[in-house]
């Protein structure tokens, strides 16, 4: 009998740890095991870009507590040893010292005076100390920092009301302001105006001696030791690709991570975009804007995987019907692709997480974000099957279905088709809904500023939304009835105005910008359609529940919402953006805060979930890889560890 799979190892704080499998690795040729393993390698090798990304203290903070952890000589099974490793996991799961969600910072639950006893107890030759430095010294770095809940206190303000740049802790910026950025990039030469390359991407922008620079990260620039070992394992990979515009794409990668030049980036991408025969294929890169306020700077990070053949099927009917969905979305025809080019899609599963994308992960991704290339030569799409199976698998006996759900009718329908209805969200989401839509002349992907974020992902989800409830999914054989779409309508009001309010302390505001999208949409719906009783708001026993009554007038609103986001962004329409999602997004309900705080706590659910990366071993025999072994790790911290002891290329502070 083969042993179960575990897929929940721990849980911690507000966060539980799983495993995913990775079905089919076995199946794969040689030559792609080998190529994962490269490419596996490579992933790793940019931990330490994320981490000093998201602030300038993380890795020395990391270090130190990692110091601790591997040889403190004093009692390791009090409390505030205990609390002490709690927030180490904290911070290798938020790859820094803020919340990866809520972007606050992570306050730990001991002492100040115990931090000193823990570093006064454990090896100095372990510790980070720069020339001349002692216990002393470090401490008083790092004691602010860590404990002074009102310095570095949140890695992105979003508040229009602040500085968005001096207020903000991560690592993009130092010593600037927001509009002295703002001036900087208007200013700066975008290159060709129909195919403007995305200047600020790979850079951090700091004041030197009264004037502004650039420094960029690339081999010779900011982040050069970990990026030469990044492009190390991508030149062993381009031994072994598997296609020929796969090492044509991987060539133009290396080149851009050697020169830092944007416009070799985007000849990677569209190379990239282009390549449908590698059956194994990686994201990397500087890609994601989400941590910069001004949705400028990208955060590093790389996915490895390979096709879901079987799943793919669904994705492959979805992408080859992308001009029908385009021509029958219900914006204003302006903001209509006439021909919708290059449109990929496919199921994959994931074989290696790096740099944003570990331990948190996305279950879908579509790049690239350059919207003349999506619109030149098309975008390629993934739903990550894996992932999305092993949460599944970790959510079934976990009690917020039936605690969240009015009805019994309700919670029958999520189970019999919630998985297929979320799986076919993403694909939607991913494949069509990100990359529908274009810009009109003059409009750059900066318009709508720290909105950018937000409204980008409800465009995307309101399209999927319009869609997942249209005939058209039976006709082409996507789904076996409505009823898919309707438990996607109900899971998807019951998160945005219910159960992702666990995620927020009480008194905060939404700031993650997905979050911020859901609830957006969710708000905006419920609003609009009151009068005709759209969806319901009940109280029963005490508790708050949201029952949808007319799914069909539902689905028309979620088509006027994606008509007035897709003018906002076609136009950057700035300003009724911000209303948008000031008016929408941001505030709590303060009651229903609370109510759902307290329902959640009683199911003792972690909000978060993050994995174990499985592990791959190259076996050898006379000096040649003659297979690779894939093992599954059960012991995060372990990994972590490992991680950090292998891979940390970078100097304390950049």
């Known amino acids: 009998m083969t042993e179960q799979f575990i897929y929940q190892t721990e849980q911690f704080s507000d966060i539980k740890i799983l495993r995913y499998q990775v079905p089919g690795f076995e199946d794969l040729s040689l030559q792609q095991k080998e190529l994962i393993y490269y490419l596996s390698e490579a992933a790793h090798c940019g931990r330490d870009i994320l981490f000093d990304q998201n602030n300038k203290y993380n890795l020395r903070i990391r270090r130190t507590l990692e110091a601790i952890l591997l040889s ?46 823990l570093i006064a107890n454990s090896n100095y030759e372990l510790m980070p100390l720069n020339a001349s430095e002692d216990e002393v010294s470090l401490i008083a770095d790092l004691s602010g920092v860590i404990f002074d809940s009102e310095e570095q206190s949140k890695r992105v303000v979003l508040d229009p009301k602040m500085d968005l740049i001096v207020n903000s802790a991560n690592n993009y910026y ?60 991508l030149e062993k990979a381009l031994s072994v690709t598997d296609s020929e515009l796969q090492h044509q794409a991987l060539t133009k990668l290396i080149d851009f991570y050697t020169t830092g030049d944007l416009k070799t980036f ?38 490895v995987n390979f096709e879901d053949v079987e799943g793919t099927k669904r994705t492959k009917i979805i992408s080859d019907n992308a001009q029908w969905f385009e021509d029958n979305s219900p914006v204003d025809s302006r903001f209509k692709k006439e021909v919708v080019k290059g449109v990929s899609a496919k199921v994959v599963t994931v074989a290696m997480l790096g740099g944003d994308c570990h331990p948190a992960t996305p279950i879908g991704i579509n790049l690239p ?20 199976d092993a949460y599944h698998q970790a959510s079934l006996k976990g009690g917020l279905l039936e605690e969240f759900s009015y009805s019994k009718e309700e919670i029958a329908r999520s189970e019999a088709f919630g998985h297929l209805g979320g799986n ?42 319009y869609y997942i409830m249209d005939e058209k999914l039976i006709e082409i054989g996507l789904i076996p009835s409505l009823e898919v779409g309707k438990a996607e309508y109900d899971g998807y ?32 719906v419920f609003e609009k359609g009151a009068d005709d009783k759209v969806i319901e708001r009940i109280e029963k026993d005490g508790k708050d529940y949201f029952v949808i009554r007319d799914y069909n007038k539902l689905r028309t609103l979620f088509g006027e919402l994606l008509e007035e986001v897709q003018r906002i962004k076609s136009e950057g329409d700035f300003e009724a953006g ?70 940390s290329f970078l100097p304390h502070i950049n």
């Open 174 to 233: 130092e010593g600037v302001s927001q509009k002295e950025v703002e001036d900087f990039y208007q200013k700066l030469d975008k290159g060709d105006v129909d195919r403007p390359i995305s200047t600020g991407l790979n850079s951090k922008l700091v004041k030197e001696n009264g004037v502004l620079v650039e420094k960029t990260w690339k081999i010779g620039g900011m982040y050069s030791e970990a990026i030469e070992e990044i492009v190390y394992w």
């Open 578 to 647: 911000k209303l948008l999602v000031e008016n929408y997004a941001v505030k709590v309900d303060e009651r229903i805060h609370k109510q759902v705080k307290e329902r959640f706590e009683k199911l003792h659910l972690a909000a978060y979930a993050g994995f174990i990366n499985p592990e791959y071993k190259p076996v050898y025999h006379e000096g040649i890889i003659v297979d690779v072994e894939i093992i599954y790790p059960m012991d995060f911290s372990q990994q972590m560890l490992q991680y950090s002891s292998k891979y």
């Open 72 to 117: 403190y000589d004093g009692d390791r099974a009090c409390d505030d040893f205990k609390n002490f490793e709690v927030y180490l996991k904290r911070i290798w799961f938020s790859n820094g010292i803020h919340h990866h969600y809520s972007m606050d910072k992570i306050m730990p639950e001991f002492s100040e005076e115990y931090f000193g006893e």
């Open 266 to 303: 985007d000849d990677y991408s569209i190379l990239w975009v282009k390549d449908l025969d590698a059956h194994v294929d990686v994201m990397s890169g500087f890609i994601e804007v989400y941590g910069d306020a001004l949705a400028i700077k990208a955060s590093w990070e790389s996915v």
């Open 369 to 388: 974000n350059a919207e003349w290339i999506r619109k030149e030569h098309g975008s390629k799409s993934v739903t990550i099957d894996n992932i999305t």
């Open 493 to 524: 009001i019951r998160n945005g105005l219910l159960t992702q309010l666990t995620r927020i302390e009480l008194g905060k505001e939404i700031e993650e910008s997905h979050m911020r999208n859901r609830q957006l949409i969710a708000k905006w």
């Open 424 to 465: 076919l969200h993403t694909d939607l989401h991913e494949c069509l809904g990100h990359g529908s839509g274009q810009l009109l002349p003059g409009v750059g992907m900066d318009a709508l500023k720290n909105y950018h974020s937000t409204l980008e992902e409800a465009r995307a989800d309101l399209f999927a939304l």
